[in-house]
Each structure stands twice: as C-alpha cells, then as structure tokens.
C-alpha cells in the first residue's frame, strides 16, 4: 500500500528557510487523481492546510502563506517538497505530507516531522 | 476562507456511549466534509468522507451525516480505541480548511 515518509531537519533558524521532502513509497506518484499536499499542526492546536501540488506541476498555496511557500515535485524521485521562507516560531509545528483525492479528501498522511524554529 | 466550527470542543463519555459531535461550515459546502481521529503523537486518520461515506477498514461504529453548513459525526457504542480528537475538514473550496478538534475523553 501507499506510504509517505518525510524527511528534513528537525531545526530551523529564524529567517531561514524551511524545506522537508515527502518520499512516496508503494505506488505511483503520476496519477491524475492525486493532489500531494502538506499540511501542518503547531505544538497542542489544530491542523492548517498548506497546500499541494499534482504532479502535473499544477499547485495551489493557502493565501496565509502564499508569500513564502513553494512546493516541487520530481516525479523521478517519486517525491514532492516544501519550502517555506523566512521562518518565524510561529512556524514551529508537525509538518505532514499527505495525499489527497477530490472525492476522497486527505486519506493518506505520512507520520509527520516535528520542526521548530529557534536561534 | 470558510470557518468550520466543532462543538463541543471536549466531550467526557464513557465506553459503551453513544456520542455525537456536531461541525458547522461558515458557508454551504454541499456534502465535502471529512472527518478524521487523531491519537496522540500520530498523524490523522480518515473516518468518513464526502460527509457520509466510511473510509475503508473503519468500524461501522462510525458513521457521519450533513450537508449545506451542518455536520454530524456519530459513534453509535465508544469502544477504549475510539478515545481521541476528532477534526472535520471541508474540501469544497481551496484553501480547505479543519475545525478545531473535539477531544474525547474517558469518563
């Protein structure tokens, strides 16, 4: 079955950017049916919705964070990433990679990489 | 963007319990509504999709139920696995968006 691992440091400096790659595992990352998204979670709150890319290279960022993200995929790799720029600790949460279909909504996630953002 | 809202934000029951929990979108969103439970320093798991559709593999102790704004999530007898939080998510409209969890906790 599909599994999705994410790898990255686990610490940030304030003002630099921020960038955790998603390794899909177990099937094929080219299908049309699937948006490869990232989604994060601060320390004891909910989840926000990052954003995602179809590996047509087609993407699609929250407004929130429009200004600092960009999010790739190498279909050859069979990974998708994320960078975010000029980090703040607000930006200090549990970043997951997920996929997502239209009809289906987000049914596989990864297990999640804690990142913080500290001098 | 829209606002999902999820009441109660915890709930204290007990194993055998039949529980509801109730999540209202800021603006109609048909029936793209997701639920999802969340166990401690584990990622999110999918319950229910298209507001009453079961996930593959979960228990049919879980079932969902909604359109337009109002959403309910329902288990019909808690078992001791079923303690966790749960999330809605709207995929109507980008950027999707989750509520902000119910915990459900032991009596």
């Known amino acids: 079955q599909v599994q999705l691992q994410e790898s990255g440091p686990g610490l940030v400096k304030p003002s630099q950017t921020l960038s955790l790659t998603c390794t899909v595992s177990g099937g094929s990352i080219s299908s049309g049916d699937y948006y490869w998204s990232w989604i994060r979670q601060p320390p004891g709150k909910g989840l926000e919705w990052i954003g995602y890319i179809h590996y047509s290279g087609s993407t699609y960022y929250n407004p929130s964070l429009k200004s600092r993200v960009t999010i790739s995929v190498?279909?050859?790799?069979?990974?998708f990433s994320l960078k975010l720029s000029s980090?703040?600790?607000?930006?200090?949460?549990?970043?997951?990679c997920a996929r997502a279909l239209d009809i289906v909504a987000t049914d596989i996630w990864g297990q999640g990489t804690m990142v913080t953002v500290s001098s | 963007d829209i606002?999902?809202?999820?009441?109660?934000?915890?709930?204290?029951?007990?194993?055998?319990?039949?529980?509801?929990?109730?999540?209202?979108?800021?603006?109609s969103i048909s029936r793209w509504l997701a639920w999802y439970q969340q166990k401690p320093g584990k990622a999110p798991k999918l319950l229910i999709y298209k507001a009453s559709s079961l996930q593959s593999g979960v228990p049919s102790r879980f079932s969902g139920s909604g359109s337009g704004t109002e959403f309910t999530l329902t288990i019909s007898s808690l078992q001791p696995d079923d303690f966790a939080t749960y999330y809605c998510q709207q995929y109507n409209s980008y950027p999707y968006t989750f509520g902000q969890g119910t915990k459900l906790e032991i009596k």
């Open chain 1, 74 to 79: 190498d279909t050859s790799k069979k990974q």
């Open chain 1, 87 to 96: 980090v703040t600790a607000a930006d200090t949460a549990v970043y997951y």
């Open chain 2, 3 to 27: 606002q999902m809202t999820q009441s109660p934000s915890t709930l204290s029951a007990s194993v055998g319990d039949r529980v509801t929990i109730t999540c209202r979108a800021s603006q």
